[in-house]
């Protein structure tokens, strides 16, 4: 595991109507295990963090970096880092195809909102 290369896989369709993008670290073999990692506030894509003026101090967090950490400390599972769909002032993280959230992306705590079934198409594809 040497030369980790996460890819993003962007617009991956979950649930009809929702979609995430999904930083995956490939592996040569097929594991059985996946290992589901959701990003917190700040996190994004390498590029994303690099152009705003305070993200880009946390670079070193990025989903891909991330993505690699995890897949170095857990060799035995395929790993993927779950995108949020939507972020309130290019920092916090709203997982709106999970769980409802409010303006500034505080979860809407709601039964029945569709995030296992979403999440279970997402690894499908």
Same mark, same amino acid.
């Given at each position: 595991? @040497?030369? *980790?290369? #996460?890819v993003?896989?962007?617009?991956? =369709?979950g649930? =009809?109507?929702?979609?995430?993008d999904?930083? *995956?670290?490939?592996?040569?073999q097929?594991l ?8 917190g %506030?700040?996190q %994004? ?7 705003h003026? %305070?993200?880009?101090?946390?670079? @070193?967090?990025s !989903?891909?970096?991330?993505a ?6 857990m ?13 309130e002032?290019? =920092? ?7 769980? #409802? =959230?409010? @303006?500034?992306?505080? #979860?809407?705590?709601?039964q ?5 079934q979403?999440l279970?198409? !997402?690894?499908?594809?």
């Amino acid at each position: 595991m @040497s030369n *980790i290369a #996460p890819v993003c896989l962007k617009r991956v =369709t979950g649930l =009809t109507g929702r979609c995430n993008d999904l930083v *995956i670290v490939e592996v040569a073999q097929h594991l059985p295990s996946v290992m589901v990692f959701f990003g917190g %506030d700040v996190q %994004d894509l390498h590029e994303v963090m690099e152009a705003h003026r %305070d993200n880009k101090r946390y670079l @070193s967090w990025s !989903l891909e970096s991330t993505a690699r950490l995890l897949a170095r400390a857990m060799p035995g599972h395929q790993v993927v880092v779950v995108r949020p769909n939507r972020r309130e002032r290019g =920092t916090f993280s709203c997982y709106d195809n999970f769980v #409802p =959230t409010d @303006s500034v992306g505080s #979860p809407k705590h709601a039964q029945h909102c569709g995030a296992v079934q979403h999440l279970a198409a !997402l690894l499908r594809e």
